[in-house]
T-cell receptor, first 110, second 116 residues
């Protein structure tokens, strides 16, 4: 069945770059998304990438997509303590139904 | 602010009861989605409506039902509640069923349901 996998935890120092990785199984995924969830809060859409793109950059965020390996990554440059949160990768197909990963807890050390 | 509004934000109810969660999508969005987030299951897709009609169904229990009204707001009805139904229920919306900029899917803040 459809599945999205992420590592559970990442710890970085403030000012470093963070790279959060994700793999998915659904080859019909049309869009791939990154959402951020802060404690007790909702899901904030950070960025998304269309499946025919390799890379998308948006300010401090860079998304890389390797469609052959079904691998997606989110790089956060100059990571700040305010970036501490859970980051969810999600794949979306024809119906827009999203399959979410387990989420990666990003801890930024001052 | 995503533009998706959910009420209530928090709800505590007893087992066996029924509750209704309400969602107003972003202005102009035709699709509404419901998701459940729990510690053991993670984020699970429940159901999708597009312009009033059901379009996709996920892991939604028979005790749960949803509808989308002509003004495009949606309600998720949860009945015969069990302790395991305690979760954060998200509503999301997008502009179209498939393709193009309609694939930007925005989530509300969620409704915290605690069943005691």
């Amino acid at each position: 069945g459809e599945d999205v996998e992420q590592s559970l935890f990442l710890s970085v120092r403030e000012g470093d770059s963070s790279v959060i990785n994700c793999t998915y199984t659904d080859s019909s995924s049309t869009y791939l998304y990154w959402y951020k969830q802060e404690p007790g809060a909702g899901l904030q859409l950070l960025t998304y990438i269309f499946s025919n793109m390799d890379m998308k950059q948006d300010q401090r965020l860079t998304v890389l997509l390797n469609k052959k390996d079904k691998h997606l990554s989110l790089r956060i440059a100059d990571t700040q303590t305010g970036d501490s949160a859970i980051y969810f990768c999600a794949s979306g197909g024809a119906t827009n139904k999203l399959i979410f990963g387990t989420g990666t807890l990003l801890a930024v050390q001052p | 602010d995503s533009g998706v509004t959910q009420t209530p934000k928090h709800l505590i109810t007893a087992t066996g009861q029924r509750v209704t969660l309400r969602c107003s999508p972003r202005s102009g969005d035709l699709s509404v989605y419901w998701y459940q987030q729990s510690l053991d299951q993670g984020l699970q897709f429940l159901i999708q409506y597009y312009n009033g009609e059901e379009r996709a169904k996920g892991n939604i229990l028979e005790r749960f039902s949803a509808q989308q009204f002509p003004d495009l707001h949606s309600e998720l009805n949860l009945s015969s509640l069990e302790l395991g139904d305690s979760a954060l229920y998200f509503c999301a919306s997008s502009g179209s069923v498939t393709g193009g900029s309609g694939n930007t899917i925005y989530f509300g803040e969620g409704s915290w349901l605690t069943v005691v």
